[in-house]
């Protein structure tokens, strides 16, 4: 996949070969959406659905961004859950509530860092219309937001927010393989929100409202004893080298974010939601008399054998101003057509 990634930012010629392949992913993406939404019209919810997902291949900041909307939410008075498809988990049965204390292992790592930074309800199913009905029917909620699942047309969603790396926007503009996108660009016409992570140069030409949204490092959190270390006061004494370890879908920004420290970075880099194991430290190439530094979604798979030279980067988000006064008169549009749907 980073072979794919490279190639599609740099739009590498030989990408044009599997034109062909594109071409018919974008047909059975534009057969598939017409079966959904016109001939199996999915059934609506009985209380309001938010879909956060993206239409590009790799990560684009989706889960940090559900986090600080569903705390969002919380302060506004609401009782939001959660669904998610649980990718890297394999529970035994679904629907599967996470827990704070669930296994990674089953929940998958977003699903269970999400529970654990919200305290809200989530509920993790491949087949996640069947996560909303048990999140309704299970928990008392008057929101459900879905972490990923904008290309999810089983479930019905009443808004859709579409988010985008502000550094590789759409990359090529080819639809997979040949490409990044999982639908065409145009599809961001369709959507409620565009929210871009990072860059403010990058714009796009579209009239679906934008907000900006950028992730700041806030301090490094000590996985074993729990210490903080402001991120801002660096230099301080954890090591000479920060042995970074990642396994996200969009490593490089990870990587630049800990460039910011005044000192010497080796990267390690693992596929997206790898399942960490003691194994992967017990190696001559990850010293044990350096710090460990990762994201908090990759720390919480290695708890059970991290020793104190483990560290995890706490960050804050900010948002543009005018986002979620926009998106709480959305919601309760939705809520209101709800109510006259259901003739109450």
Same mark, same amino acid.
């Given at each position: 996949?980073?072979?794919?990634?490279?190639?599609?930012?740099?739009?590498?010629?030989?990408?044009?070969?599997?034109?062909?392949?594109?071409?018919?992913?974008?047909?059975?993406?534009?057969?598939?959406?017409?079966?959904?939404?016109?001939?199996?019209?999915?059934?609506?919810?009985?209380?309001?659905?938010?879909?956060?997902?993206?239409?590009?291949?790799?990560?684009?900041?989706?889960?940090?961004?559900?986090?600080?909307?569903?705390?969002?939410?919380?302060?506004?008075?609401?009782?939001?859950?959660?669904?998610?498809?649980?990718?890297?988990?394999?529970?035994?049965?679904?629907?599967?509530?996470?827990?704070?204390?669930?296994?990674?292992?089953?929940?998958?790592?977003?699903?269970?860092?999400?529970?654990?930074?919200?305290?809200?309800? $989530?509920?993790?199913?491949?087949?996640?219309? @069947? &996560?909303?009905?048990? /999140?309704? %029917? #299970?928990?008392?909620?008057?929101?459900? =937001?879905?972490?990923?699942?904008?290309?999810?047309?089983?479930?019905?969603?009443?808004?859709?927010?579409?988010?985008?790396?502000?550094?590789?926007?759409?990359?090529?503009?080819?639809?997979?393989?040949?490409?990044?996108?999982?639908?065409?660009?145009?599809?961001?016409?369709? $959507?409620?929100?565009?929210?871009?992570?990072? @860059? &403010?140069?990058?714009? /796009?030409? %579209? #009239?679906?409202?934008?907000?900006?949204? =950028?992730?700041?490092?806030?301090?490094?959190?000590?996985?074993?004893?729990?210490?903080?270390?402001?991120?801002?006061?660096?230099?301080?004494?954890?090591?000479?080298?920060?042995?970074?370890?990642?396994?996200?879908?969009?490593?490089?920004?990870?990587?630049?974010?800990?460039?910011?420290?005044?000192?010497?970075?080796?990267?390690?880099?693992?596929?997206?939601?790898?399942?960490?194991?003691?194994?992967?430290?017990?190696?001559?190439?990850?010293?044990?008399?350096?710090?460990?530094?990762?994201?908090?979604?990759?720390?919480?798979?290695?708890?059970?054998?991290?020793?104190?030279?483990?560290?995890?980067?706490?960050?804050?988000?900010?948002?543009?101003?005018?986002?979620?006064?926009?998106?709480?008169?959305?919601?309760?549009?939705?809520?209101?057509?709800?109510?006259?749907?259901?003739?109450?």
């Amino acid at each position: 996949m980073k072979i794919l990634l490279r190639a599609w930012n740099k739009n590498s010629r030989w990408l044009f070969a599997l034109w062909p392949f594109s071409l018919l992913f974008s047909v059975i993406v534009a057969i598939r959406k017409s079966i959904f939404s016109v001939n199996i019209r999915p059934a609506s919810f009985t209380v309001p659905v938010v879909v956060v997902g993206n239409i590009t291949m790799g990560g684009t900041g989706k889960t940090p961004f559900v986090i600080s909307l569903a705390n969002y939410l919380v302060e506004q008075g609401f009782s939001p859950g959660i669904v998610s498809r649980g990718y890297g988990g394999s529970s035994a049965s679904y629907p599967l509530l996470v827990g704070a204390d669930e296994n990674p292992i089953n929940s998958g790592d977003e699903p269970l860092l999400i529970a654990r930074r919200t305290n809200c309800p $989530v509920v993790v199913d491949p087949d996640r219309a @069947s &996560a909303v009905k048990h /999140l309704i %029917s #299970s928990s008392d909620i008057d929101l459900v =937001i879905s972490d990923d699942g904008l290309q999810h047309y089983q479930m019905y969603r009443d808004i859709e927010i579409c988010m985008v790396d502000g550094d590789r926007l759409f990359g090529n503009s080819f639809c997979f393989p040949a490409g990044p996108l999982r639908e065409p660009i145009d599809r961001i016409e369709t $959507v409620d929100f565009v929210v871009m992570n990072g @860059s &403010a140069s990058n714009t /796009l030409n %579209s #009239s679906t409202p934008m907000a900006q949204m =950028i992730m700041k490092p806030k301090s490094l959190v000590n996985l074993l004893t729990g210490e903080i270390k402001p991120f801002s006061g660096a230099p301080f004494n954890i090591g000479n080298n920060l042995q970074a370890v990642c396994a996200i879908g969009n490593p490089e920004r990870f990587y630049k974010m800990l460039e910011e420290l005044p000192y010497s970075l080796t990267q390690y880099s693992f596929p997206d939601h790898y399942q960490f194991k003691s194994e992967d430290f017990n190696t001559e190439l990850i010293s044990e008399h350096h710090p460990v530094v990762m994201t908090e979604k990759d720390a919480i798979k290695c708890t059970e054998f991290a020793t104190n030279n483990f560290w995890y980067i706490d960050i804050e988000i900010d948002i543009s101003d005018d986002f979620y006064p926009r998106l709480l008169e959305r919601i309760k549009e939705c809520k209101a057509l709800i109510v006259s749907r259901s003739g109450t």
